[in-house]
């Protein structure tokens, strides 16, 4: 059913209402509160008509419409509109992120303020430009292999790869070899990537293995590049988790990183992404938002920054709060990059 401007009205009305006060929305409360020029009759069978196609659902037979997921994609692609941040977000941004240096400090700063304005929890994806400099793979058990990897700037990654396979102790140093030969440069961030070619073009007989030691590079190295700022006291504040499973449910989700982590990486590099409720794919995050935005250049972002949180949220000030921290980084990248560029003149 394509939305007239009617439903449209109505369905952002109630999507809006329901964001501020979390309560099931009826046709009383949009006509006092939105000046909404239809009868509660009229407004009434248009909620009817967009439940019957999904975008509201009716919680208890006696109670109003809240959003769906379904709604709530329809409102931030076609409805939302962005909004400006108040003044005292933006001093608060302005005054708490300051000076140069130190990217990743900065960047922790960032997460800390986004999570503290929105009162949502965020996950910092760092961007790391360090590269390969040499790569041990030693094996502890049949089935475990414990890769080392350091990299130029001297940092030494320890990851456990789980087999499914065994490989034969005398073919250690040379798998050893074979990668070092291939990866040697290879940024860290990519290295799991660049491996998945190796096994492509050299070592087809060893898939299966390099496959797992593959996957156990991701895990290892993604540990580091990602920190949560968990912010539990304020958002168990929130109406939804009044109910205390509810709280410890998304306690849970904040504890089970892989699955954020994994649906976070499924944004594209450089895009504003808003997964919402089962678009995931995963049964643990069906009732909440992840919105995610890379930080920096587009071309070469220095991390990503994502908040999650109930599928109530202010997508509008999210977004907004999100695109301006980016902004202010910008900012920082380009004049650090001009004051180091007249210091080698």
């Known amino acids: 059913m394509k939305l007239d401007d009617r439903k449209k009205k109505i369905l952002s009305s109630v999507i809006e209402d329901y964001i501020i006060s979390a309560e099931p929305v009826g046709s ?82 960032a997460a800390d303020v986004v999570s503290k304005i929105l009162l949502r929890p965020t996950v910092l994806t760092l961007k790391s430009a360090d590269l390969l400099e040499h790569i041990k793979i030693v094996k502890i058990s049949e089935k475990l292999l414990l890769v080392v990897i350091m990299s130029q700037n001297g940092t030494v990654k320890d990851c456990i790869a789980k087999l499914t396979d065994t490989i034969p102790d005398e073919r250690i140093d040379e798998l050893s070899e074979v990668l070092n030969k291939n990866l040697l440069g290879t940024p860290l961030e990519n290295l799991h990537i660049a491996l998945n070619n190796v096994i492509e073009k050299e070592l087809e007989k060893f898939s299966t293995i390099l496959g797992d030691i593959s996957e156990g590079i991701k895990y290892g190295l993604s540990k580091d590049r990602k920190k949560l700022n968990a912010n539990v006291e304020s958002i168990l504040d929130l109406p939804e988790f009044s109910d205390v499973e509810k709280a410890k449910n998304f306690v849970n989700v904040l504890s089970t990183k892989d699955i954020i982590d994994s649906t976070i990486e499924k944004i594209e590099e450089g895009n504003l992404g808003i997964i919402i409720g089962s678009e995931s794919k995963e049964l643990l995050l069906k009732d909440y938002t992840i919105v995610s935005l890379s930080v920096g250049d587009e071309e070469k972002p220095v991390g990503k920054i994502s908040v999650i949180g109930p599928k109530r949220m202010d997508y509008s000030k999210t977004v907004a709060t999100l695109k301006y921290i980016n902004s202010k980084f910008k900012n920082l990248l380009s004049t650090e990059n001009k004051v180091r560029g007249e210091k080698n003149e």
Request: charged share 30%; no cysteine; aromatic share 10%.
């Open 28 to 109: 009383k409360t949009l006509v006092e509160k939105y000046n909404l020029e239809y009868s509660s009759a009229t407004i009434r069978n248009e909620m009817k008509l967009l439940e019957e196609e999904g975008y509201l659902e009716q919680p208890h037979v006696s109670a109003g419409r809240i959003p769906s997921t379904k709604g709530y994609r329809y409102y931030v692609d076609n409805l939302m509109k962005e909004k400006n941040l108040s003044m005292l977000d933006i001093n608060y941004i302005d005054n708490t992120i300051t000076g140069y240096g130190d990217t990743e400090k900065l960047l922790e700063q």
